[in-house]
């Protein structure tokens, strides 16, 4: 694991919060469930959320999440289980912050410091029972019932005299000095639970890699936020450890009530520059702006991210709009902000129950919450149908018109042109608008010979059922899919389509009704069903290529030729084998969520949105990819997605989701 240097000042940042919430439970519920063991070894654990928290973050994160793990440690073993906790805390906080801030020669760091740990410890202890007289006589008699009785057992067996003189000498030594065995032994087993905690986090860690080196945003400022007029002056920004400028010789110019477009193809620089805008020192170049950005402020800059899982942090909708902000958003307020994005009446859904679009226009309404001076949304519609992309750019434009400054980074030309102004980026640097380009698209053919495989009948899915938070995502759902046909599923956000994908996968099991394949219920099923998740980054759980797709495949080592193998067949080239997840474009790890799935040799792949956030050249590449999987290799491919354009090259078969209802089931794609 790489060390982290965090160098930001000031109150919690939100992610810090999220992350002492997060280590802080977990800490918690550690304490609670070790309380049950009884191996004192496992006391260890508990060392462990903390040193993670302390490794990456500031103390003062450690610290939030050492109180709120301490109240539930009160509740569940009273003082003295507090008391226990802050000890094993404190050995947390030393193996994180010596691996960090030391790495290598981390291991005596901790060996050092644990010893006037230990020495603290055993002086308490040893001061406690000098104090409270009669629970050392107490200890002390039961620790010489123990032991006579253990020298009874061995008398009985045939123990001899001169062992018997040598027991009770024993004996003798540990009730008057039992300060000494007391204090050597809590010091030693504070040393030993460093040492061994330090091992298991080492461990743990050495599994555990960063790309890159995290972004350093800037700290908050206690003046009012100003972050309008930016005028970018030969801005170039070039990320840790890359060959290449993100950004070259940006100039441009952002004033207040612009709507203002960054287009291009991925991994063009759009987001790169909508960071900048944020707030992000660039590497040369100079950022002019009147004030403090005020990123996340109110009356500052807001920014929506690509991927709006990584923006919720409240358990109900309205929650989430209301995080950070002190109390100025009342309760009619919110409603009417929830409606402006398209909301309206979801204040009290649980965010976990939110489709995908839904989740992009919560974040949308976090940051309008915040009344912004300049709002940047880094492609905000890739997972909204087309008629609420229509009124989110319409309301772009509106809250432009109200005198925000709207930046709007989009791949598509179309939802561009809705803006007053338009900047075109290809490969970081600033280009005039690209000439339109048109391809030919052969619509996709029904399998020649019907097999059904796939069935669903009267399927019905209910979240959180029998709850106050019940809500029913699919009602009556029957389908029946045959081998080699490739069905389209469509539908509004909220109409059931991903909830449907997770149950054809067999992740949910339906609260009513069957999906099967071949007769067999597909939550019973592992590896015949493929699924690429609508945000292929969250799918790919380890730091490589070839890692990723080894797992997968079930391979115990990294077998480089095999994964190159793989990757040619979703048309990727060997040179990825060993490169970094977080470095791929949206479309190349798409494709290796894709690549990875093959390796289990699926008779069904599901695909969530699988043409969200993919610019056009990336869309042709997965369609083609899809097509030649259905036609040559006569795989059944279910795609679960609001954009229809492209998708007749694969799909024969288009079935309509309405409220979680089939409305319509058309034997061509439209």
Request: charged share 15%; aromatic share 4%; proline share 5%.
């Amino acid at each position: 694991m790489r060390a982290v240097t965090t160098t930001a000042r000031g109150p919690l940042r939100p992610f810090e919060i999220a992350a002492a919430a997060v280590f802080g439970a977990l800490t918690a519920v550690v304490t609670v469930v070790t309380g049950f063991i009884p191996v004192g070894v496992a006391q260890v654990l508990i060392t462990l959320p903390i040193a993670f928290l302390a490794a990456g973050n500031r103390m003062r994160s450690a610290v939030a999440a050492t109180v709120a793990a301490s109240v539930v440690a009160l509740i569940a073993g009273g003082p003295f289980g507090v008391a226990a906790l802050l000890v094993l805390v404190g050995v947390g906080v030393l193996v994180g912050y010596a691996e960090r801030r030391w790495g290598r020669n981390a291991v005596l760091v901790v060996f050092v410091g644990s010893v006037p740990l230990g020495l603290a410890v055993a002086a308490f202890a040893v001061g406690m029972l000098l104090l409270f007289e009669q629970s050392r006589i107490l200890l002390l008699d039961s620790l010489v019932a123990s032991m006579q009785g253990t020298l009874r057992a061995f008398q009985a067996v045939g123990a001899g005299q001169d062992f018997v003189d040598i027991y009770t000498r024993t004996m003798e030594f540990l009730v008057d000095f039992w300060w000494l065995w007391i204090g050597g032994a809590a010091v030693a087993g504070i040393v030993g639970s460093a040492l061994l905690s330090f091992g298991i986090f080492r461990t743990v860690a050495s599994r555990t890699r960063w790309s890159s080196p995290p972004t350093e945003w800037p700290a908050a400022s206690a003046t009012a936020p100003a972050p309008l007029p930016v005028r970018l002056r030969s801005v170039t920004y070039r990320y840790p450890g890359s060959t290449a400028d993100a950004l070259a010789g940006i100039d441009l110019t952002i004033t207040a009530g612009e709507f203002v477009a960054v287009a291009g193809a991925n991994g063009s620089g759009k987001s790169t520059l909508a960071r900048i805008l944020a707030g992000l020192d660039p590497t040369t170049g100079l950022v002019d702006r009147p004030g403090d950005v005020g990123l996340g402020a109110p009356g500052g800059t807001a920014l929506v991210f690509q991927h709006p899982e990584s923006q919720i942090l409240g358990r109900t909708v309205v929650e989430d709009v209301r995080w950070g902000l002190d109390g100025d958003v009342d309760g009619p307020g919110v409603e009417a902000l929830l409606a402006r994005v398209g909301l309206g009446g979801l204040a009290d859904r649980p965010t976990e129950d939110l489709s995908g679009g839904q989740l992009q226009r919560l974040t949308l309404a976090g940051a309008l919450a915040r009344r912004p001076a300049l709002l940047i949304a880094d492609e905000i519609t890739a997972m909204v149908d087309d008629a609420s992309r229509t009124a989110l750019l319409d309301l772009l434009a509106g809250i432009a018109r109200d005198g925000t400054a709207v930046v709007l980074v989009t791949h598509v030309e179309g939802e561009a042109a809705a803006a007053g102004r338009v900047v075109h980026l290809d490969r970081g640097r600033l280009v005039p608008a690209p000439a339109p380009t048109t391809r030919t698209v052969s619509a996709a053919a029904p399998p020649a010979v019907t097999d059904p495989i796939l069935e669903i009948r009267e399927l019905t899915h209910t979240y959180a059922a029998r709850t106050p938070w019940a809500h029913t995502a699919l009602r009556g759902v029957s389908l029946s899919v045959g081998r080699g046909e490739g069905v389209l599923v469509v539908g509004a956000n909220g109409s059931g389509k991903s909830t449907l994908a997770w149950i054809v996968a067999g992740l949910h099991r339906p609260t009513a009704g069957t999906c099967t394949l071949n007769g067999t219920p597909t939550a019973d099923l592992r590896g015949d069903i493929g699924l690429v998740f609508q945000q292929a980054r969250l799918q790919l759980q380890r730091p490589t290529v070839a890692e990723e797709i080894c797992e997968v495949a079930g391979l115990d080592h990294v077998d480089r030729p095999y994964v190159a193998a793989v990757l040619q067949r979703v048309g990727l080239g060997a040179h990825l084998v060993d490169r970094a997840v977080d470095e791929l474009s949206g479309g190349e790890m798409r494709r290796v969520a894709i690549a990875a799935q093959l390796t289990r040799a699926p008779r069904v792949l599901v695909l969530d949105e699988p043409l969200a956030g993919l610019d056009d050249a990336g869309r042709h590449d997965l369609v083609a990819l899809l097509g030649y999987l259905r036609a040559t290799e006569h795989m059944t491919i279910v795609v679960i997605s609001h954009d229809v354009h492209g998708m007749e090259a694969v799909c024969s078969r288009a079935v309509i989701l309405d409220a979680g209802t089939v409305v319509d089931d058309r034997t061509v794609v439209a």
